[in-house]
């Protein structure tokens, strides 16, 4: 089965400078990749994803990258603000397969200001 | 995306007991999961509920411990068994939708003693 691999497990950055998150997976099946945030207390909650037909994708502050040969995909977060601070999530799923998402282990983020 | 609520969104449980968990979404969904979120870990997939067939389970979550019903389109129940204090736990539904992004309930938090 699908296995996937986040690092770094914890991270912390100045306020207004950029922070990266790596993800691996091993099932070269998989083809829908999105990225959780949890806060504290609360849901995880989708804030992007990438589909294996893209390399990369946008949307304002936060960008995400595939490289699908060397299987792994990458979170980009510019000019982090301390409302960024949270647990990240990365995941990898067969969406034709309607397969349920396998979740990396985790990175929190800390953002100070 | 859909709405998901849980209930109980919390409960405290002695050891041996059962506890039924129940999760309803505002829209029919042929998707729908059950996570297992130990704390300050990742989300780990329990089985995959789709209605009208039997769940299909992880590796190392058993229907006689964690039986599942999917009655139709909106709902479904988690029940975890004969509880022990390894159980406590975040407890959390969700959903896919027709583009393949999975949505989150609220979760329900579960203590045995």
């Known amino acids: 089965g699908e296995n996937v691999e986040q690092h770094p497990s914890t991270l912390s950055v100045q306020e207004g400078d950029s922070a990266v998150i790596k993800c691996t997976y091993s099932d070269s099946a998989s083809n829908y990749f999105p990225w959780y945030k949890q806060e504290l207390g609360k849901r995880p909650q989708l804030i992007i994803d990438i589909r294996s037909n893209v390399g990369e994708k946008k949307d304002q502050r936060i960008a995400v990258t595939l490289n699908k040969t060397a299987k792994h995909f990458s979170l980009h977060i510019t000019e982090t603000q301390p409302e960024d601070s949270a647990v990240y999530f990365c995941a990898a799923s067969i969406q034709q397969a309607g397969t349920a998402l396998i979740f990396g282990k985790g990175t929190t983020l800390s953002v100070s200001s | 995306s859909a709405v998901i609520s849980q209930k109980p969104s919390r409960d405290i449980c002695q050891r041996g ?65 004969n509880m022990s204090p390894e159980d406590s736990s975040i407890y959390l539904c969700s959903v896919s939708d027709r583009f393949y992004e999975q949505y989150f309930g609220p979760g329900t938090r579960l203590t045995v003693t």
């Open chain 2, 17 to 81: 007991t059962s506890l039924t968990i129940q999760c309803q979404v505002d829209s029919q969904v042929t998707m729908m999961f059950w996570y297992r979120q130990q704390p300050g870990q990742s989300l780990t997939l329990i089985a995959t509920a789709n209605q009208g067939s039997e769940a299909t389970y992880e590796s190392g979550f058993v229907i006689d411990k964690f039986p599942i019903s999917r009655p139709n389109l909106t709902f479904s129940t988690l029940t975890v068994s």
